[in-house]
T-cell receptor, first 112, second 118 residues
Framework: QKEVEQDPGPLSVPEGAIVSLNCTYS??????FMWYRQYSRKGPELLMY????GNKEDGRFTAQVDKSSKYISLFIRDSQPSDSATYLCAMISEAAGNKLTFGGGTRVLVKP | NAGVMQNPRHLVRRRGQEARLRCSPMKGHSHVYWYRQLPEEGLKFMVY????????ESGMPKERFSAEFPKEGPSILRIQQVVRGDSAAYFC????????????????FGPGTRLTVL
């Protein structure tokens, strides 16, 4: 069983729709939860990170963490074709140092 | 301010050859991380280095792989006697500091080196 599970998609939505992404994890020691966006043939770029449980909003993006369920989510409102990319969740356990543990990524396609 | 630089961007090697991948961290960053992304998979941590020190190599294969981050110059990931299964995208990331209690120091990723083993 992988430490972090993520549906690979692809997830296809019309422009303007809400994109809903999620990951589940098994290691209860994870404390930092990140979402990265990766365009084809590019390196990942950090969208948001959350420490412990709760919600965080940044513009069109909302990240949610439910540590009791070991479940994290990312919502993208008013999606644009430029949001078409692979979205990777990642996590860090302080006890294990600063190394990121990634999910497999979800491909998102926003159609005009 | 230039981002993380990696070269070469594409590298083709025949089985049994050596591959050397270079990473120059962002200016002011002294922490470097290497990750590998196999086709259709997420990124997997390989090694974490500071200048002249390997901090965590728990993700490195036991044989043929080595990494260094010398006092001067880029970090190098070396793969000896490459095999087809080494074909992947290798990403380097850098951060200014290590993570500490209650804080996360963002890792900035380079564009990756795509290694193809024939």
């Amino acid at each position: 069983q992988k430490e972090v599970e993520q549906d690979p998609g692809p997830l296809s939505v019309p422009e303007g729709a809400i994109v809903s992404l999620n990951c589940t994890y098994s290691n209860s020691a994870f404390q930092y939860f990140m979402w990265y966006r990766q365009y084809s043939r590019k390196g990942p770029e950090l969208l948001m990170y959350t420490y412990s449980s709760g919600n965080k909003e940044d513009g069109r993006f909302t990240a949610q963490v439910d540590k009791s369920s070991k479940y994290i989510s990312l919502f993208i409102r008013d999606s644009q074709p430029s949001d078409s990319a692979t979205y990777l969740c990642a996590m860090i356990s302080e006890a294990a140092g600063n190394k990121l543990t990634f999910g497999g990524g979800t491909r998102v396609l926003v159609k005009p | 301010n230039a981002g993380v630089m990696q070269n070469p961007r594409h590298l083709v090697r025949r089985r049994g050859q050596e591959a050397r991948l270079r990473c120059s961290p962002m200016k002011g960053h002294s922490h470097v991380y290497w990750y590998r992304q196999l086709p259709e998979e997420g990124l997997k941590f390989m090694v974490y280095l500071q200048k002249e020190n390997i901090i965590d190599e728990s993700g490195m294969p036991k044989e043929r792989f080595s990494a260094e981050f010398p006092k001067e110059g880029p970090s190098i990931l070396r793969i000896q006697q490459v095999v087809r299964g080494d074909s992947a995208a290798y990403f380097c990331a850098s951060s200014p500091l290590a993570g500490g209690p209650g804080s996360y120091n963002e890792q900035f990723f380079g564009p990756g080196t795509r290694l193809t083993v024939l």
